[in-house]
């Protein structure tokens, strides 16, 4: 796929958000500033939530209410030391799991998982998906063959 503009990937977002069910969770992964918070924007709206929806690059985690709840939390501070937040809380409950950086922790933290990566590519993005489970092959399928 590609985005040629902050709308586009938000719409995006919003498509991928209106797909997401309880216990989703979604790695995103890319540069800085490659719209990883700009996607999450539109799968908050997708998900029915209100909010402004802010980096959480310095408070880790950010909860949101909608149709369903999203945790969207940002973990390159936590770098080598992931037990420094109880994950448990925040995956494959009855919300939405948004992870920027989520790369970082490692595949053995994370059980079935869809990571979106977000490439700058002229002036534009490049968004691909790899699945890790049964549950996010489904949604990749969803999401990148629609």
């Known amino acids: 796929m590609y985005s040629q503009n902050e709308t586009e990937l938000i719409a995006l977002g919003c498509s991928i958000g209106k797909k997401l069910e ?3 969770v979604l790695v995103l992964t890319g540069d800085l500033g490659a719209g990883k918070t700009t996607l999450t924007k539109g799968i908050a709206q997708g998900l029915g939530i209100q909010q402004m929806i802010k980096s ?9 209410e909608g149709r369903l709840p999203l945790y969207h939390l940002d973990v390159y501070r936590i770098g080598d030391d992931p037990d420094s937040i109880d ?14 950086w989520g790369e970082l922790l490692g595949t053995y933290i994370l059980d079935d998982y869809l ?3 977000l490439e700058k590519s002229g ?7 790899q699945a890790h489970g049964v549950r996010s092959q489904a ?3 969803e999401i990148f063959h629609d």
């Open 123 to 129: 002036d534009g993005r490049r968004i691909s998906g």
């Open 139 to 141: 949604l990749f399928e």
């Open 115 to 117: 990571t979106i990566l």
């Open 87 to 100: 994950l448990d809380d925040f995956l494959y409950g009855d919300g939405v799991t948004v992870i920027e």
């Open 22 to 24: 309880a216990g989703d």
């Open 56 to 64: 959480p690059t310095y408070t880790i985690l950010r909860e949101y």
